[in-house]
Nanobody, 115 residues
Framework: QVQLVESGGGLVQPGGSLRLSCASS????????MAWYRQAPGKQRDMVASITTTYSTNYADSVKGRFTISRDNAKNTVYLQMNSLKPEDTAVYYCHAKNYAINYWGQGTQVTVSS
């Protein structure tokens, strides 16, 4: 069983930055891809960014140029650097890992962008 633990969420003003971390309880070397999703109240959970084992990345149009996903296999951790945050980025952010046919989810971390 794999546990994914997110951290780094919080309250930030518009235009600010946050870095989310997702620590895995086991090696992420084979997890392909790893991704961040988010879910705002009353809305579906959507993919924000993903990264493959070859470090190829993919982003939702709404965050391109502002968010950066990265992974550190040595630390079993994936990150999401979020810059120029907007109120519409407010959501619970979830870490996701896919290991062959198995999907793993973290418990989520709240990000609130408000003045």
């Amino acid at each position: 069983q794999v546990q994914l633990v997110e951290s780094g969420g919080g309250l930030v003003q518009p235009g600010g930055s946050l870095r989310l971390s997702c620590a895995s309880s086991r090696s992420i070397f084979s997890f392909n891809p790893m991704a961040w999703y988010r879910q705002a109240p009353g809305k579906q959970r959507d993919m924000v960014a993903s990264i493959t084992t070859t470090y190829s990345t993919n982003y939702a149009d709404s965050v391109k140029g502002r968010f950066t996903i990265s992974r550190d296999n040595a630390k079993n951790t994936v990150y999401l650097q979020m810059n120029s945050l907007k109120p519409e980025d407010t959501a619970v952010y979830y870490c996701h890992a896919k290991n062959y046919a198995i999907n793993y989810w973290g418990q989520g971390t709240q990000v609130t962008v408000s003045s």
